[in-house]
């Protein structure tokens, strides 16, 4: 019988070999001799899938893929790496949509997060007995669209979103997590409670603001820097049914800025304001519309039916450059008397706005369909071939204090005479709901709008529209605009502590101690060696 063990085993070995292919140098050859062997695979199949993001301008190949069943093998793995004579770097990878290959692990080892979940059912549980506690444990790897449509079914959602909910939730809170709710409700990751983090040394740990509080509020935009979150316990608030959705188009920037100023001071400032005066959006944001530029092949502008876009485009021709509000009022249909006040309450706060008479547009949808709508823009490019192209997206947060120079200079200046592709979003968030415990950085003023040019390369080569980018960037330093990077990317450490500011010292520190070799999402390209 010990014959046959040998050759069961001889056997069994063979049959892992076969499946991983060749065993690359790069990884240490007795990774080979441990249980999770088997959920590494270095065929260039596995390997190509995770080489590239949605961002399509860099390419990086891994030494291996690895697919998990659970947390517990991720920990093995990264336990592995720390211990090995030879350490390999390890990036979660959630659903690829970085642009700058922030997921990727050159000769090392990406892992496949959504391996977590498949086949599993229990990587979404809602808690809603106690309702002034109710929350959701998601997995790391789940998509926000799932999280949605599981809280949905207790009649619970997140308070705070990304426009597009086919990102991960470990993805998403590894930045911040943003959209037209952080004014009140601050990005996603201020609505945490709870993580199942595992470190770089391949500790598992679970922490919160109250255990562990020094790895939870590292790991909170942290860049995958610090661990990996395996478990998010997340925030649920009854969800409305109903959406009120607005737009109102201004030629005038000063006009545009205060009204968006104005609606999110207003609603953070007094909840019994809103309740008073009946105003107040749940939602705020807004777009720059640059006339020849993003008004067309935005999947947002075409949202505006075929007479009102022309009308639009008409305007925008005029002026050059003109600017859309993006307002939401969420509303339950309980009685066909709720919608009636909602009509008297967006009324009212229409009369309080200073947009282009006549250039207001409603529409009416379910909150699902609200939130995912970014998703029907999706399916909408896929089907001319205009999803998959390079993304040389550029996202920054700018100080309100300098808002008017950035829209003298870029808007109305570099933008006019360039021709780009692709929505440009404009909208102010309040400081005081970030939480500035957490690793994600800032500008340092009460007021900053989030403004993201989300370029397509369509009409022009994407180097084309990284050097706009790059001219844009140099605006802002030439002129002493402090503006902050979201989903930054640099390339030397200077930068990245130039970015960090005063908080690199503490982000420093925290590597140190969590992931002090330096494996975690080395595609970020912050640390490149051991600490
Ligand atoms: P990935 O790109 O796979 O990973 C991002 C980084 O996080 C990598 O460094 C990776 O190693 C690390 N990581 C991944 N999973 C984990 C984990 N479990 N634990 C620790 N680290 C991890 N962002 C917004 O804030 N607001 C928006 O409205 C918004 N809209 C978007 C719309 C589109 C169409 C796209 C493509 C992106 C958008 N984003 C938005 C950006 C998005 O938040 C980032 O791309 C983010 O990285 C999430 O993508 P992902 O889940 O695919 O993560």
Known sequence: SSFLMVIFLITSLMSIVSQIGPWPGALPQDLLAIDIAAKLHMDSHATSLVSTDFGGLTQATPAAVFYPSSPHDIAVLVQFSYSSSRPFTVAPRGHGHSIRGQAFAPDGVVIDMASLGHGRNDRIIVHSDDSQFRYVDAGGEQLWIDVLHAALEHGLAPPSWTDYLHLTVGGTLSNAGVSGQAFRHGPQISNVYELD???????????????????????????????????ARIGLEPAPQRVRWVRLIYDDFGEFTRDQERLITMISASK????????????????????????IGSWRSSSFAGWDAERIARLGAEHGVIYCLEGAMYYDWVTASRSWVVDQELELLLEELSFVPGFAFTNDVSYERFLDRVHEGELKLRSKGLWDVPHPWLNIFVPKSRIQDFNTGIFKRILKHNKSTGPILFYPMNRDKWDKRMSSVIPDEEIFYSIGFLWSAIINDWEYLENLNLEILRFCDQEGIKYKQYLPHYLSQEDWMKHFGSRWDKFFEMKRKYDPKALLSPGQKIFTTSL
Not at 206 to 227: H, I, P, W
Not at 272 to 284: H, T
């Open 197 to 231: 983090v595992v470190t770089g040394k391949g500790e598992m740990v679970t922490c919160s603001r109250d255990d562990n509080s020094e790895l939870f509020y590292a790991v909170l935009g942290g860049l995958g820097q610090l661990g990996i979150i395996t478990r």
């Open 272 to 295: 019994e304001m809103k309740k008073k005066k009946g105003g107040g959006f749940d939602y705020v944001e807004g777009s720059v519309l640059v006339a020849d530029g993003s008004l």
